[in-house]
């Protein structure tokens, strides 16, 4: 079974960055696309970045390039987000997810993706 575990965010200071990190177990992920998705208060839930796990390529959100960065530790199983320049807007939960299919258009859906994280909070305070 697939298992997604999230750490790194907390409460963080507007133009302060934070590095987030998906601890990944249950399968060799060679094959997967994995992503990070993020949920403000009252917001839906949005695509931010994604990974070709093998190659290593990615994709962002169009709104969000520049200020995200995706990468992955293939010997860890661990993916980060690093997040420059945090701003009020930032605020949100920060979600992990695995798309077994493999990295493709699909990656910037909700629906491209088999399991989720539970989710590390960000709080930008301004």
């Known amino acids: 079974q697939v298992q997604l575990v999230e750490s790194g965010g907390g409460l963080v200071q507007a133009g302060g960055s934070l590095r987030l990190s998906c601890a990944a177990s249950?399968?060799?992920?060679?094959?997967?696309?994995m992503g990070w998705f993020r949920q403000g208060p009252g917001k839906a839930r949005e695509f931010v970045a994604a990974i070709n796990w093998r190659q290593g390529n990615s994709a962002y959100a169009n709104s969000l390039k520049g200020q995200f960065t995706i990468s992955r530790d293939v010997a860890k199983n661990t993916m980060f987000l690093q997040i420059h320049n945090l701003k009020s807007e930032d605020t949100g939960a920060y979600f992990c997810?695995?798309?077994?299919?493999?990295?493709?258009?699909?990656?910037?859906?909700?629906?491209?993706?088999?399991?989720w994280g539970r989710g590390t909070q960000v709080t930008v305070s301004s």
């Open positions: 997810a695995a798309a077994s299919r493999g990295f493709g258009p699909w990656v910037e859906s909700e629906d491209g993706f088999d399991f």
């Open positions: 249950g399968d060799t992920f060679n094959s997967y696309g």
